[in-house]
């Protein structure tokens, strides 16, 4: 309603618009740390539907698409088809946010990120690399840690509460998997969330 008011007044049009993008921002934080709570309380509730994976991920590769797309950062994908496990899929979407959010953030213009769902021995492995600078080793566990941010951005007012890794990997736990952050022998920085099937 505001910025209808303000229509003719581009500063005033501006500003609702900056308090607006920061409500936004303080109720995902307030959101994750919600989430988070009830996961140390033993009580992050998810839901144990049969979901294609992989015909969810495809979706959730568009969506990435858009967040690339401003930085001109390609993303190739190898997914196989057919895989099914029990999960909570409003969870698992945010999984996907987080983390494909960081492989742009933490890209360079141009760059390239990497996506491939596979089935493993016993399980399921879903894998996101990208070009950015690569991730230090001191740095590949404490990453998960809450408030963390790391220290790839290339502008530190890019960086979110450093809460996004932390909450992907209480999600994953609860759904019996578990998350790691590698460099590959080219220099990307991946992370694999490992899923039981």
Avoid at 129 to 149: S, V, W
Wanted: hydrophobic share 40%; with cysteine; glycine share 10%.
């Amino acid at each position: 309603q505001g910025l209808e008011k303000c229509r003719n007044l581009p500063e005033a049009q501006e500003a609702f618009s900056q308090l607006l993008e920061q409500t936004d921002r303080q109720g995902a934080i307030l959101e994750s740390l919600l989430l988070l709570s009830r996961a140390d309380a033993g009580k992050l509730e998810i839901s144990a539907e049969r979901i294609d994976l992989s015909g969810l991920l495809e979706t959730w590769l568009e969506d990435a698409g858009l967040l690339a797309e401003a930085r001109d950062i390609t993303i190739h994908s190898e997914i196989e088809p057919g895989i099914e496990m029990h999960g909570d899929p409003v969870l698992l979407q945010r999984v996907a946010h987080n983390l494909f959010s960081n492989a742009v953030r933490y890209n360079r213009d141009g760059g390239v990120i990497d996506c491939r769902l596979r089935r493993t021995g016993n399980g399921i492995e879903w894998t996101i690399a990208n070009t950015g600078q690569p991730l230090a080793e001191a740095d590949r566990e404490r990453i998960f840690d809450r408030f963390e941010r790391g220290n790839r951005a290339n502008d530190a007012t890019e960086l979110g509460a450093g809460l996004g890794l932390s909450l992907v990997k209480e999600i994953v736990t609860a759904h019996g998997g578990r998350v790691t952050a590698s460099v590959t022998d080219a220099g990307l920085t991946t992370m694999t969330v490992s899923l039981p099937m």
